[in-house]
């Protein structure tokens, strides 16, 4: 009889027997009521879900410089499992990025929970020489460490301080165009939105769409992750160079004639291209966590957009221009100016309460007669010469493309706020309220042949690559080409006859001064003013139309000191930058 | 007579065991091959996987580089950087009646910037990650199949 246990049948029993086990413990730990726990636990070691945000578009101007793009910046935190020294770790980034030492401490020091605290988030926008400064931290002390390991001493230690990059919003021309750009939030990294200006107006545009995709650490499960697009960028019709000039001669007046606050509008009438937009105060968008201090009170963001004020005679382009669409009136009509005109049982006088004998269109408008516009309105009727105020687009919002517009409603007859009188006020730009974009879009129908163009900040769009141009948008034609001529014509020789401080050597202009009183509670009881100046150029073939707004200007109240002497110094900078040649070369030039 | 015929066709017992061992290897090597060919795969499929992701991160790091330098380009370049360094250099901005005016044929000015192409018919990017890194041995043989017989059906009538 063969021997049953032989050695190699015992071994073999052996392997039999291990081997139905492991299969055994296997299928027991398949169906174990732990089996849930440990496949999740599985699943986190597969792969991540991962919120990708796509990059912020960048903001450019004509030409392509850039005005808003993205910088790397990291954040800091801890993972908590590895954390060995929370003080250590809480005094080198607190030195390192100057975060709070106390709150970083605390944050280190949370008790790591599995699945509920393993990480904590210390500092953030960190800049990347920081980041090299506690790299450099984190190896001394790691090589210290290892130094001391086993010699029974403590060494300090930032094991399980980490960091990972990400890119935030930056401007790098600083303060230029804020309060065109307005700003993005990007200290909120969740819930981080575009405020005023381009920002807030493209936020959606600007930031895309995130996508939640799910990144498998393992790589045989290795899958394209979907490629997010950033936002879409977008080119603006700001010239950043008349910006810089215009913001520059801006803050100058405002300091020099001690004016509250001031405005310049510098478009292009041809197409409602706005070339440069600048008020005060501009913010820094790369900081704007300063914006409270900035704009106190309700302080208007974007003034040419956001604030509406009596305009004074620079309104009066818009009562002639009616006046000479309809033939009420022709540069040449003779008006006696007496020193007051009675309409709705009020007098009107001029703003020297004196009488300025016989005259005819042109000099009425060149010693900006309130008692000849007046009458002009008057001859007008009060449903056309409204009909012509809402053609203009007065009343209503331009519908630029920038967040904060406001308008305030023109008063008609039949309104019942409104009275006969207010036709008379009305023709010199007293209780009527606009925004500077709003005159800007109207009178730059005289300039542009009678047609009204859009106002607009945006030139392009670049989205999945591909650049989308915005074409010019006619929004009406109040007025006819002959009556933007003749008016064009009528204001250039005003500004030449008076030797108006508006004037450029070598360059023919066409423009008007304003002065308005500020209404109060009581009437029109303060002193203070605002000095406004619209005006265009070259006035045979308009290239630009620039708007001055003074507020409450110290030195002098009228427009004509305050505000005319800012619109030629912007227009001797607008002709440099734009290579507009004086009159006779550029005539000479277009017969050759 | 029947023991006989049985003798002389029964393989001597060494044979019969070279048989079995020879069975036994074949087997064997099968195994080892499908395994080797499946672990070679396998470990090739594995480093361009690896290779892949370091790869997006690399693309990701890129991506923010580009963006970093061109934010750092403008602002070395800045308006207000441009004027100091003009400034520094001795440059004064021009008046009106400095600049001198040249006629250039087919010069049409300055031209506002283009940034990318106008709008055109629709390009679709093909897939980075090609299907024969991320499908199993199965669907890979199962694709493979299945195209050979497509061909096959193409090539018969």
Same mark, same amino acid.
């Given at each position: 009889?063969? /021997?049953?246990?032989?050695?190699?049948?015992?071994?073999?029993?052996?392997?039999? =027997?291990?081997?139905?086990?492991?299969?055994?413990?296997?299928?027991?730990?398949?169906?174990?009521?732990?089996?849930?726990?440990?496949?999740?636990?599985?699943?986190?070691?597969?792969?991540e879900y991962k919120k990708i945000y796509p990059e912020r578009g960048s903001i450019y101007d004509?030409?392509g410089h850039l005005l808003a793009g993205n910088e790397t910046v990291y954040e800091?935190?801890?993972?908590?499992?590895?954390?060995?020294?929370?003080? &250590?770790?809480?005094?080198?980034?607190?030195?390192? &990025?100057? /975060?709070?030492?106390?709150?970083?401490?605390?944050?280190? $020091?949370?008790?790591?929970?599995?699945?509920?605290?393993?990480? /904590?988030?210390? +500092?953030d926008s960190?800049?990347? %020489?920081?980041?090299?400064?506690?790299?450099?931290?984190?190896?001394?002390?790691?090589?210290?460490?290892?130094?001391?390991?086993?010699?029974?001493?403590?060494?300090?230690?930032?094991?399980?301080?980490?960091?990972s990059p990400h890119l935030r919003r930056s401007y790098p021309e600083?303060?230029?165009a804020s309060?065109v750009i307005g700003f993005y939030t990007y200290l909120d990294r969740e819930g981080g939105r575009g405020f005023y200006g381009v920002e807030e107006k493209y936020n959606d545009l600007l930031s895309g769409t995130p996508q939640e995709v799910w990144v498998?650490?393992?790589?045989?499960?290795?899958q394209q992750i979907p490629e997010v697009p950033p936002g879409a960028s977008l080119i603006l019709t700001i010239?950043?160079?008349?910006?810089?000039?215009?913001?520059?001669?801006?803050?100058?007046?405002?300091?020099?004639?001690?004016?509250?606050?001031? &405005?310049?509008?510098?478009? #292009?009438?041809?197409?409602?291209?706005?070339? +440069? !937009?600048?008020?005060?105060?501009?913010?820094?968008p790369n900081?704007y966590?300063?914006?409270?201090?900035?704009?106190?009170?309700?302080?208007?963001?974007?003034?040419?957009?956001?604030?509406?004020?009596?305009?004074?005679?620079?309104?009066? =382009?818009?009562?002639?221009?009616?006046?000479?669409?309809?033939?009420?009136?022709?540069? #040449?009509?003779?008006?006696? #100016?007496?020193?007051?005109?009675?309409?709705?049982?009020?007098?009107?006088?001029?703003?020297?309460?004196?009488?300025?004998?016989?005259?005819? !269109?042109?000099?009425?408008?060149?010693?900006?007669?309130?008692?000849?516009?007046?009458?002009? +309105?008057?001859?007008?009727?009060?449903?056309?010469?409204?009909?012509?105020?809402?053609?203009?687009?007065?009343?209503?919002?331009?519908?630029?493309d920038l967040a904060?517009?406001?308008?305030?409603?023109?008063?008609?007859?039949?309104?019942?706020?409104?009275?006969?009188?207010?036709?008379?006020?009305?023709?010199?730009?007293?209780?009527?309220?606009?925004?500077?974009?709003?005159?800007? !879009?109207?009178?730059?129908?005289?300039?542009?042949?009678?047609?009204?163009?859009?106002?607009h900040i945006l030139r392009a769009m670049i989205q999945d690559g591909r650049q989308y141009n915005t074409?010019?948008?006619?929004?009406?034609? *109040?007025?006819?080409?002959?009556?933007?001529?003749? %008016?064009?014509?009528?204001?250039?020789?005003?500004? =030449?006859?008076? $030797?108006?401080? /508006?004037?450029?050597?070598?360059?023919?202009? +066409?423009?008007?001064?304003?002065?308005?009183?500020?209404?109060?509670?009581?009437?029109?009881?303060?002193?203070?003013?605002?000095?406004?100046? =619209?005006?265009?150029? *070259?006035?045979?073939? *308009?290239?630009?139309?620039?708007?001055?707004?003074?507020?409450?200007?110290?030195?002098?109240?009228?427009? $004509?000191?305050?505000?005319?002497?800012?619109? $030629?110094?912007?227009?001797?900078?607008?002709?440099?930058? !734009?290579?507009?040649? *004086?009159?006779?070369?550029?005539?000479?030039?277009?017969?050759? | 007579?029947?023991?006989?015929?049985?003798?002389?066709?029964?393989?001597?017992?060494?044979?019969?065991?070279?048989?079995?061992? @020879?069975?036994?290897?074949?087997?064997?090597?099968?195994?080892?091959?499908?395994? @080797?060919?499946?672990?070679?795969?396998?470990?090739?499929?594995?480093?361009? @996987?690896?290779?892949?992701?370091?790869m997006e991160a690399q693309s990701e790091q890129i991506e923010r580089n580009i963006a970093d330098m061109q934010t750092t380009?403008a602002?070395?370049?800045?308006?207000?950087?441009?004027?100091?360094?003009?400034?520094?250099?001795?440059?004064?901005?021009?008046?009106?009646?400095?600049?001198?005016?040249?006629?250039?044929?087919?010069?049409?000015?300055?031209?506002?910037a283009v940034l990318a192409p106008p709008p055109g018919?629709g390009m679709v990017n093909p897939p980075l990650v090609?299907?024969?890194?991320?499908?199993?041995?199965?669907?890979?043989?199962?694709?493979?199949?299945?195209?050979?017989?497509?061909?096959?059906?193409?090539?018969?009538?």
């Open positions: 009889m063969k /021997a049953i246990f032989t050695r190699t049948n015992f071994l073999g029993m052996l392997f039999t =027997v291990v081997g139905v086990l492991v299969i055994v413990q296997i299928g027991r730990i398949q169906t174990s009521a732990t089996a849930e726990e440990f496949r999740k636990q599985a699943q986190q070691y597969i792969g004509r030409w800091v935190g801890v993972n908590l499992q590895y954390v060995q020294d929370p003080q &250590t770790i809480a005094a080198a980034v607190s030195s390192v &990025t100057g /975060a709070d030492f106390a709150q970083t401490l605390a944050s280190a $020091s949370i008790p790591y929970v599995e699945g509920k605290s393993e990480y /904590a988030r210390l +500092a960190v800049t990347a %020489e920081q980041i090299d400064q506690l790299s450099r931290l984190q190896q001394q002390y790691a090589s210290q460490s290892a130094n001391k390991r086993g010699k029974g001493k403590e060494a300090p230690s930032l094991s399980g301080l980490v960091w600083g303060t230029l309060n498998p650490n393992d790589p045989n499960l290795v010239d950043r160079e008349i910006q810089s000039s215009v913001e520059q001669i801006l803050d100058k007046a405002v300091k020099d004639t001690g004016s509250s606050s001031g &405005t310049i509008i510098v478009s #292009d009438p041809r197409t409602g291209e706005i070339l +440069a !937009m600048a008020t005060t105060p501009h913010l820094d900081q966590w300063t914006y409270d201090q900035l704009f106190p009170n309700s302080t208007p963001f974007n003034r040419a957009i956001s604030q509406t004020y009596e305009p004074g005679s620079v309104f009066k =382009v818009l009562t002639m221009a009616a006046a000479l669409d309809t033939n009420t009136v022709t540069p #040449d009509t003779p008006f006696l #100016d007496t020193g007051s005109f009675e309409i709705g049982g009020f007098y009107i006088h001029n703003w020297d309460g004196a009488a300025w004998g016989p005259q005819n !269109m042109v000099g009425c408008m060149q010693h900006s007669l309130n008692v000849c516009l007046a009458w002009v +309105a008057s001859q007008l009727g009060p449903t056309k010469f409204y009909d012509y105020l809402r053609a203009f687009g007065i009343g209503h919002k331009t519908g630029i904060g517009e406001v308008d305030y409603p023109l008063r008609l007859p039949g309104d019942g706020q409104w009275f006969p009188v207010d036709l008379g006020t009305n023709s010199f730009g007293q209780g009527v309220a606009v925004t500077p974009i709003q005159m800007v !879009m109207a009178a730059g129908a005289l300039a542009n042949d009678g047609k009204m163009m859009a106002p074409p010019p948008q006619v929004v009406g034609t *109040p007025i006819s080409a002959q009556t933007a001529h003749t %008016e064009t014509a009528m204001l250039t020789q005003s500004l =030449v006859e008076e $030797s108006s401080s /508006a004037l450029v050597p070598g360059y023919s202009v +066409a423009g008007k001064t304003g002065t308005a009183e500020i209404p109060t509670e009581t009437g029109y009881t303060s002193s203070l003013t605002n000095a406004s100046f =619209v005006g265009w150029g *070259p006035s045979d073939n *308009p290239r630009f139309l620039v708007y001055v707004w003074l507020e409450k200007p110290e030195t002098s109240k009228w427009g $004509s000191v305050v505000a005319a002497p800012v619109f $030629s110094d912007v227009v001797k900078r607008l002709v440099v930058l !734009m290579d507009i040649p *004086p009159d006779d070369l550029r005539k000479q030039l277009a017969s050759n | 007579m029947k023991n006989r015929l049985i003798q002389a066709y029964k393989q001597a017992p060494w044979r019969v065991q070279l048989q079995w061992i @020879g069975l036994f290897l074949l087997g064997l090597v099968t195994i080892a091959s499908v395994a @080797g060919i499946y672990l070679n795969i396998s470990a090739r499929t594995s480093t361009i @996987g690896r290779n892949i992701q370091q380009l602002m070395i370049t800045s308006a207000a950087v441009m004027q100091k360094r003009a400034e520094e250099m001795g440059f004064v901005p021009a008046e009106p009646g400095n600049e001198v005016y040249v006629t250039v044929p087919s010069y049409y000015g300055r031209q506002p018919p090609q299907p024969s890194y991320t499908e199993s041995l199965w669907d890979w043989l199962f694709q493979g199949v299945a195209k050979a017989a497509q061909m096959q059906g193409k090539v018969l009538p």
